[in-house]
């Protein structure tokens, strides 16, 4: 395999929001996940370990020479909204800070394989449990997500806390800081492949290092996180229809 192109977020993106409602901690009356005991957002399913990170990993690490800056601290034009419009969200000292009700941002520009370095926060002002704190995602394609949560301290649904490939693959351990603070994710993400008869040949794989700790290593992805029709939530995940290896990224 060629080597990954490097796509660098390469200065601060402050895009969760607290969310009013606490959620359930799980279910147990959603389909089982293939090859697993587990149902999709299983209560009964073990949370991964809390592990401290180290202080610092990546955060505000110049990028590479070979980058794509995504945003750098000033200019967000590599963004739209997701009909290709501006995006809503504003500049706030440095960060791009999302803006309620305006919706998602994803970028202009599409990529297939590619590594990301993302810095986040979750909102200080602790709001609200499990899904309903601190909640969003990286939505590769709009259909695979590594979630974004405020896990510290919150437990929910092993599959749907931080660095999370939803409803799939808890991460290895959860390594998450407190509310307000910078956290850092590394993705690696290889697109899926489809022959020309659109049988799939090659499954989506995802690396996750969260604050420095390997928490996803080559996973496959069972299908598309976000289910086919917008049925994310509690829904088992399928490939669905074929689509190019490159895709952008959505906050």
Not at 84 to 95: Q, R, S, V, Y
Request: glycine share 10%; hydrophobic share 35%; charged share 20%.
């Amino acid at each position: 395999m060629k080597p990954f192109p490097v796509f660098c977020a390469a200065s601060l993106l402050f895009f969760v929001a607290n969310c009013p409602a606490a959620e359930s901690l799980g279910y147990t009356d959603t389909p089982l996940i293939p090859g697993t005991q587990w149902h999709v957002h299983d209560s009964e399913r073990p949370r991964p370990a809390i592990v401290t990170p180290g202080a610092t990993f990546s955060h505000l690490a110049p990028a590479p020479s070979d980058a794509i800056i995504l945003f750098d601290g000033k200019d967000a034009s590599r963004w739209s909204d997701r009909n290709g419009g501006e995006a809503k969200w504003i500049l706030n000292d440095g960060a791009l800070e999302s803006v309620r009700g305006t919706g998602m941002i994803r970028t202009r520009d599409k990529f297939a394989d590619f590594q990301l370095h993302l810095e986040f926060a979750t909102p200080a002002k602790v709001e609200g449990s499990s899904q309903g704190r601190g909640n969003s995602g990286v939505m590769i394609n709009g259909m695979y997500e590594i979630q974004i949560l405020d896990s510290y301290d919150n437990p929910t649904y092993a599959d749907g806390q931080a660095a999370a490939l939803y409803g799939q693959y808890p991460p290895l351990v959860n390594a998450s800081k407190p509310p307000g603070q910078w956290q850092t994710y590394e993705i690696v993400f290889e697109s899926p492949r489809w022959n020309p008869a659109g049988e799939l040949t090659k499954k989506a794989a995802v690396t996750v290092i969260h604050n420095g700790v390997v928490v996803q290593h080559r996973e496959e992805l069972l299908g598309r996180t976000d289910g086919i029709g917008g049925l994310a939530h509690k829904s088992l995940a399928t490939y669905g229809t074929p689509h190019p290896p490159a895709v952008f990224i959505e906050l």
